[in-house]
């Protein structure tokens, strides 16, 4: 089922961030966002929030319970070995470790749970919108079944007076969500 | 201040160790927390801060106390037989290691020493501090003018840091690790840095705060506040991972002449020191401004300012008194020589701070600093 999209494609971060501004005030819906490095104010104004540094916190203590625990196994229960007089459970010197294994824990994990909510996983196909969405180009990406004409031709205007140095419509075959 | 005067010539009749024992803890400690205020000062100024630059009169101001800092270490001459072992002849004659450090090791290249690191130190202070104030008498207007001498602090600020690292190294091994003349760590001096620049920002905040609450910083918003709490926090880490470094290595390397150092920090009451020194400075402000919400909340940024404040007492507490009189005793005459110092110090820093401008109003980041968001 082909879908019409309208796309803006913007050169400027401030012109991108504003245009965006008026159209959440404007009440249009907006499908999808495009830019080259995180921009802390999309979050904001899409009204998105992420629970991910909280589940990284749980990571995080998942990581050092279980690094503690396999250490303490290892050189405790399993397989003690006396190295220059230092007790079995030497403590202090399992610091480093769990710190280091700890970080790995949180950044693999972390990973995993965003590309899974995400949906990246290998062999995914994915919609361009436009082949500039990788590029260094912010993109603003809207629903045109979402919104009526007149809103439609409104949000262009929006877009074209804030500075977009184009406007597509553009009419995508299948779209992967 | 009286009392702290009373305390220390009361002491030093009655009982001479301890006194100058308690006379370095404290002197060490102002000064670490006004070399603090230095440190933020030159980053906030080489990496061209913005965020903060409305505060920038309260580390200048802090700045202001090495000068009396110095005088006061010229005093610990007169003490110097009661807090260093290698400084005494009959020691040096019985002991080889001692004997064969007298050549860096001897008062008079001491104290020459310590008046030449002060002696650099007033002398870039005063430049620094000359040239902020000489950029409020500037037109608004003329921003070439500013951007030059903006520029030129800056360059300042980025020489001074590598002189400071290199002098306060020196420094914080003269006047603290040489009390235990037979041990040596060489993380030692980074570990105090890092200590002093940390307790040097909690104060700092302490008293924006203060003056935050006298009413003369009404922009203080939330996200200065965060900042300030992840200063802290980074800096607590820091501090935690040096201390740590330090021990770690001496625990699991178990040379006798480096385990010597804590085995005397292991015993009976100074265990409670050694926990309470690595909780109250790295657990506490770690756990308490890990979440968002409580590194924007004034109250509880002042309550980790407060442990820290203590915690740094400990610390230096830690370091220097088994060394020396090696009585876990916090006496009537710690407590005035404190009283004393502190009184000092807020004494010269309000006169700091009342000399200039409490904003400097031609600071070229100032209005990112006012409108600070994040």
Known sequence: MARTFKIGIFDDEEKFISSLKRLK??????????????????????????????AAYFFGLFGIVATLMFLYYTSVISWPVVYGGK???SFPSFIVVTIVVTILTVTILSLALFSGRSKLYPGRDNTIFDGRATDDMFIIVMDTEALDEQSAEEAGEIMRTEGAIEIINKEIETVYT | ????????????????????????????????????????????????????????????AMMSYIPVAALFFLLLYFGTHDLYRWSDPEAAAVDPLIRSRAVFMNVPFFYIRIALFFALWIIFIRILRKLSLREDSFDPADHEGIMALFAKSELY??????????TFTLSAFDLVMSIDAHWYSTIFAFKNLVAAFLHGVSVMILIIFILHRRGYFPFLNKYHLHDFARY???????????WFAQFMLIWFGNIPEETVYYYVRWQDGWKVMFF????????????????????????????????LIIGQYIDLFVQIIPGTTGVLKFGLIHAGLFVGYAALFALVVATALGKAKIIAPNHPYLEESLKHKF
């Not at chain 1, 995180?38 to 991910?52: M, S």
């Not at chain 2, 802290?232 to 040096?242: D, Q, R, T, V």
């Open chain 2, 276 to 307: 309470l020194e690595i909780g109250l400075n790295w657990a506490i402000p770690f756990m308490v401004l890990l979440p968002i919400k409580t590194s924007r909340n004034m109250m509880v940024i002042t309550m980790v300012i407060a442990f």
């Open chain 2, 157 to 166: 600020s980025k020489i001074f840091i590598f002189i400071l690292a290199i």
């Open chain 1, 87 to 89: 007790p079995f459970n």
């Open chain 2, 1 to 60: 201040m009286a009392i702290g005067a009373c305390t220390f010539v009361i002491g030093l009749f009655t009982d001479r160790e301890t006194t100058w024992a308690g006379y370095l803890v404290t002197n060490y400690y102002f000064f670490s927390i006004a070399m603090g205020g230095v440190f933020f000062y030159l980053l906030q100024s080489i990496t061209q801060s913005g965020w903060s630059s409305a505060f920038k009169r309260v580390p200048e």
């Open chain 2, 232 to 242: 802290l926090f980074m800096l607590s880490i820091l501090w935690g991972y040096f």
């Open chain 1, 25 to 54: 005030e404007q009440k249009h819906s907006v499908y999808e966002v495009f830019t080259p490095y995180p921009v802390n104010e999309v979050l904001h104004l899409l009204k998105r929030r992420t629970r991910l540094p909280t």
